[in-house]
């Protein structure tokens, strides 16, 4: 006899709300933190994130939300999860998705939506999800039909970290999250088994011993410790130099005889004419973008080799030789276990290391105020092995990327968009993710305030981060620019700041302001013993752009 269940208890078991679904969905996925800035349009989710294991991380704006969340998936190769309400929310979680696109890294930004009756009639913040999102996202969802919720985020999920991750969108609409629906979590989809075999090695080993001038350009996600330090063993086994993307220069520890230095803004032009010089470029995650090649100029005619696990290459420039579709961790395994020692031919590897051993040394800079030289030189010593720096974007940025080495992976997060604003948020979550790490985040005065509300959510949840705020009281990227364009017309860059640590300590953070870099040791070991964020005031020469050099800085 078929047993009939019809007790209401049992039937609550067997149902739960689309809202709550979506929330057991990203618990069976390992997701352990949700930012967002809580709105009416997706209730029935936050009431189900109520008694979830999933933290979640209350913030003061979308973009942080979104930037937080955009860390997290720089981090631990998982999406990182932002929720935001409709409209004015979306808008504001634009640009964390713009950075996720350009820069492909994982994350999903679930956007609560006005009740589906009401399109079409320009009702209270409505918008066009896939008009705003189409361009900039994997994919852009709408659950319209409730008992999909569980698949829909399952499919989010995979098509995040599938190939060349970013960001994919899901819609929520209202009255959708309420409906009942069979209390069934989707399972985890497997990504795609993309084998190395000893014949893909073969035939690359082949060509890096038929070059003179061989260099790989190792970046992209899905790196991890052991994938590091997997890259390291092939390119000191190999005697290969390895520069990195733009960004992207914690993929190789820094100390490595084989490192040579970061491509992009801030890097030297002797990098650069050693990169334009090579007569092969294995790209390892990494394509041959813009930014990297210095507007497409650089290794244009070198034999180029792609290990990517992206097939469609999106956004390499040219010439192309050797396509492996394999993500760049499984490839660099497999060769250090396979390939044989190669003898370096002539100084082609010790030119680049000791170019970038120069380049990477602080030169004095004198001037009035903080010499952020200084402070650089001091860091190196004061910074632990396994820091974590964050950093958003301008010139300001071109110390930290030029003179903090990185020494594990990951512990760099900068957009490689060029984003304001980041560098706060990406701290927070980075605390979160990493709490036994030290986290210093360096600022550019005009970069703090865009999103250095974030203070309060760093304060809320106990983070110990440092911060540097760079004070040169203006917008020195773009003044840099205007000098160099319209010499003696400086216009639109001015800034006029608060007392960065009198606002640290309003907010319940450790605040200090420095005029000089004489106290900076101790001021910044008063930072790391607070129980709390902390923020270092520096007060820089205001003519201060970017680190003095011997030779040219191509700056953001």
């Not at 918008?127 to 994919?139: D, N, P, Q």
């Amino acid at each position: 006899m078929t047993a009939v269940i019809n007790s209401p208890e049992v039937s609550q078991m067997l149902e739960t709300s689309a809202g709550h679904l979506i929330v057991r969905q990203l618990e069976s996925h390992g997701i352990q933190r949700v930012y967002c800035v809580p709105g009416e349009s997706y209730l029935d989710t936050i009431d189900g994130l109520y008694d979830s294991s999933i933290n979640t991380v209350v913030c003061r704006q979308e973009g942080g939300a979104g930037i937080m969340a955009l860390a997290e998936g720089r981090l631990t190769g998982l999406p990182g999860i932002a929720m935001v309400t409709r409209g004015p929310g979306a808008a504001n979680s634009m640009i964390a998705v713009h950075t996720a696109w350009q820069d492909g890294t994982p994350m999903i930004l679930f956007v609560g939506l006005i009740p589906t009756v009401q399109r079409g009639h320009e009702a209270f913040q409505e918008f066009s999800l896939e008009g705003w999102f189409g361009t900039t996202s994997k994919r852009v969802y709408v659950l319209d039909d409730p008992a999909q919720a569980g698949a829909v985020v399952a499919e989010a999920m995979h098509l995040a970290v599938s190939g060349r991750p970013g960001p994919v969108i899901i819609g929520l609409p209202e009255e959708v999250l309420r409906e009942r629906v069979p209390n069934v979590v989707a399972p985890v989809r497997a990504l795609a088994s993309m084998a190395v075999e000893e014949s893909d090695i073969a035939s690359i080993d082949a060509l890096i011993d038929a070059s003179s001038r061989p260099l790989v350009i190792a970046g992209g996600e899905g790196w991890s410790v052991d994938s590091a330090l997997a890259l390291a063993s092939w390119a000191e086994t190999r005697a290969l130099p390895v520069a990195t993307d733009f960004r992207s220069y914690d993929v190789l520890d820094n100390s490595s005889s084989a490192y040579v230095g970061m491509l992009g803004y801030g890097r030297s032009q002797q990098l650069s004419d050693y990169a334009g010089r090579a007569d092969l470029i294995i790209y390892l995650g990494a394509v041959r973008s813009d930014v990297l090649s210095d507007a497409y100029s650089l290794g244009v005619n070198a034999t180029t080799v792609v290990v990517s696990a992206d097939p469609h290459l999106v956004g390499h420039y040219g010439r192309c030789d050797v396509q492996l579709v394999a993500p760049p961790a499984r490839f660099v395994k497999r060769a250090s276990e396979i390939s044989e020692p190669r003898k370096d031919k002539g100084d082609w590897l010790a030119e680049g290391r000791a170019a970038w051993v120069e380049y990477s040394t602080p030169l004095r800079d004198g001037g009035t105020g903080v010499d952020l030289s200084q402070v650089m030189e001091q860091l190196q010593a004061l910074l632990p092995a396994d820091a974590i720096v964050t950093y958003g974007a301008g010139n300001h940025a071109i110390w930290p990327q030029r003179f903090l080495p990185a020494r594990i992976y990951p512990s760099v997060i900068g957009p490689k968009n060029g984003a304001m604003g980041v560098g706060i948020p990406a701290a927070v979550a980075a605390a979160l993710v990493f709490p036994a790490r030290q986290v210093l985040s360096v600022a550019g005065d005009g970069c703090f305030l865009m999103n250095g509300q974030e203070l309060s959510t760093a304060v809320s949840q106990g983070t110990n981060i440092v911060i540097l705020i760079v004070d040169n009281s203006c917008y020195g990227t773009i003044r840099q620019h205007q000098e160099r364009e319209y010499p003696g017309r400086p216009s639109a860059t001015e800034l006029n700041n608060p007392d960065f640590a009198a606002l640290a300590r309003a907010y319940g953070a450790f605040g200090v302001r420095l005029e000089s870099a004489e106290g900076f040791a101790d001021a910044y070991m008063q930072a790391t013993a607070f129980e709390g964020p902390a923020v270092i005031h520096l007060i820089v020469d205001s003519s201060t752009r970017g680190p003095a050099i011997s030779r040219e800085n191509v700056t953001e």
